[in-house]
C-alpha cells in the first residue's frame, strides 16, 4: 500500500493557484489508496508485495501449538512422508487437528486417471464417516495448504454454528462470481471451485452422497470432487466461508483461511 504524506496548505488567502494544486495532491493521495485497498482485497498481487503479505499471512507461527482436539483432518496426499504432507500436517497439528492421511489409487498415469483417483478417495472418507459414530463434523484436505496465521481453531467452531451442512474452509472463483452470489445469496453464503480446505456436517455429508448418486444428476459423470460440491452448493443457495475476506498471497480469486501454496508446491495432478 502506497505511503500516505499529509500535506498542509499553506496560508496565503489569493494564492488560488497553491491552493488548487494542494487540493490535487490530496485528491490525488486518496484515490490512490482507495485503489491500492481495492487491489489488495480483491487479491490482485504483485510480485513485490508477496514477501510483504507472506510475513503477515504465512503459516502459524511455531509457538502457537495448540492441544490436539477429537477433530480429525483426513488429507489427501500421495505420500504422507512427503515435504508438502509434513508441511500440511504441522499447520492442522497447530490448529489442533489430528492428522489422518489418504493415499488416493490411480488405475493409469494421466491427469484423468489422477482427478478420478481424488474424487473416489474423497467419496471414500465421506462413506466410512458416515458408518462411524465419531464427530459431528468432517474435515478434508489436500496436502498442499498454508494457514493464515490469524486463524483458530474456535474460528471453526463458531463458523460451524452457522452452517447445518457444509463450510468452506477455502475457496476459489473469480470476482464476477462472487460478486452475482453476493447480490443473489440471501444469507451471505457462497459456492466455488477447489477441494483444499472444508467440511460436511453428517447432515451435509448424507445430502451430498444422496446428490452425487442420483443418476438424474449430470455431475455424477464429473470427474473434478469441487465441481460436483459446487453444483450441490448452488442447489442449496450458498454456504459460508471461513475468512472470506482473506486472500492467497500468491493467486488472486482464492479465498478464505486456508490457501493452496502454490509459491511451495506445484499441483502434483498436473
Same mark, same amino acid.
Given at each position: 500500500?502506497?505511503?500516505?504524506?499529509?500535506?498542509?496548505?499553506?496560508?496565503?488567502?489569493?494564492?488560488?493557484?497553491?491552493?488548487?494544486?494542494?487540493?490535487?495532491?490530496?485528491?490525488?493521495?486518496?484515490?490512490?489508496?482507495?485503489?491500492?485497498?481495492?487491489?489488495?482485497?480483491?487479491?490482485?498481487?504483485?510480485?513485490?508485495?508477496?514477501?510483504?503479505?507472506?510475513?503477515?499471512?504465512?503459516?502459524?507461527?511455531?509457538?502457537?501449538?495448540?492441544?490436539?482436539?477429537?477433530?480429525?483432518?483426513?488429507?489427501?496426499?500421495?505420500?504422507?512422508?512427503?515435504?508438502?504432507?509434513?508441511?500440511?500436517?504441522?499447520?492442522?497439528?497447530?490448529?489442533?487437528?489430528?492428522?489422518?492421511?489418504?493415499?488416493?489409487?490411480?488405475?493409469?498415469?494421466?491427469?484423468?486417471?489422477?482427478?478420478?483417483?481424488?474424487?473416489?478417495?474423497?467419496?471414500?472418507?465421506?462413506?466410512?464417516?458416515?458408518?462411524?459414530?465419531?464427530?459431528?463434523?468432517?474435515?478434508?484436505?489436500?496436502?498442499? +495448504?498454508?494457514? %493464515?496465521? $490469524?486463524?483458530? &481453531? #474456535? !474460528?471453526?467452531?463458531?463458523?460451524? *454454528?452457522?452452517?447445518?451442512?457444509?463450510?468452506?474452509?477455502?475457496?476459489?472463483?473469480?470476482?464476477?462470481?462472487?460478486?452475482?452470489?453476493?447480490?443473489?445469496?440471501?444469507?451471505?453464503?457462497?459456492?466455488?471451485?477447489?477441494?483444499?480446505?472444508?467440511?460436511?456436517?453428517?447432515?451435509?455429508?448424507?445430502?451430498?452422497?444422496?446428490?452425487?448418486?442420483?443418476?438424474?444428476?449430470?455431475?455424477?459423470?464429473?470427474?473434478?470432487?469441487?465441481?460436483?460440491?459446487?453444483?450441490?452448493?448452488?442447489?442449496?443457495?450458498?454456504?459460508?466461508?471461513?475468512?472470506?475476506?482473506?486472500?492467497?498471497?500468491? +493467486?488472486?480469486? %482464492?479465498? $478464505?483461511?486456508? &490457501? #493452496? !501454496?502454490?509459491?511451495?508446491?506445484? *499441483?502434483?495432478?498436473?
Amino acid at each position: 500500500m502506497p505511503q500516505i504524506f499529509l500535506v498542509h496548505p499553506i496560508s496565503c488567502k489569493k494564492n488560488l493557484v497553491g491552493m488548487q494544486v494542494v487540493c490535487l495532491l490530496v485528491i490525488s493521495v486518496c484515490v490512490t489508496t482507495v485503489i491500492a485497498a481495492l487491489s489488495y482485497n480483491m487479491g490482485i498481487v504483485s510480485a513485490g508485495e508477496r514477501g510483504h503479505q507472506l510475513a503477515r499471512f504465512g503459516a502459524l507461527p511455531t509457538h502457537e501449538v495448540l492441544p490436539l482436539s477429537k477433530y480429525t483432518a483426513h488429507v489427501l496426499s500421495m505420500d504422507k512422508n512427503s515435504p508438502r504432507a509434513k508441511h500440511t500436517e504441522i499447520n492442522l497439528n497447530r490448529l489442533g487437528f489430528q492428522v489422518e492421511f489418504t493415499a488416493p489409487h490411480p488405475t493409469g498415469i494421466t491427469k484423468s486417471d489422477k482427478v478420478w483417483s481424488n474424487k473416489r478417495a474423497f467419496l471414500n472418507i465421506i462413506a466410512a464417516y458416515l458408518e462411524s459414530n465419531r464427530t459431528s463434523w468432517l474435515y478434508m484436505f489436500e496436502d498442499d +495448504i498454508t494457514v %493464515h496465521s $490469524g486463524t483458530t &481453531f #474456535q !474460528d471453526i467452531r463458531d463458523l460451524e *454454528t452457522r452452517a447445518t451442512e457444509f463450510v468452506y474452509l477455502g475457496i476459489c472463483g473469480t470476482l464476477q462470481q462472487f460478486w452475482v452470489q453476493w447480490w443473489t445469496m440471501k444469507n451471505q453464503g457462497k459456492c466455488g471451485r477447489c477441494a483444499h480446505a472444508m467440511g460436511f456436517s453428517r447432515k451435509g455429508a448424507q445430502d451430498f452422497m444422496a446428490f452425487n448418486q442420483n443418476k438424474q444428476n449430470m455431475y455424477i459423470h464429473a470427474m473434478y470432487f469441487d465441481m460436483v460440491v459446487e453444483a450441490w452448493c448452488l442447489s442449496l443457495g450458498g454456504f459460508p466461508v471461513l475468512h472470506f475476506d482473506w486472500t492467497s498471497p500468491h +493467486i488472486s480469486g %482464492h479465498h $478464505g483461511a486456508f &490457501f #493452496q !501454496d502454490r509459491l511451495q508446491f506445484r *499441483t502434483s495432478i498436473g
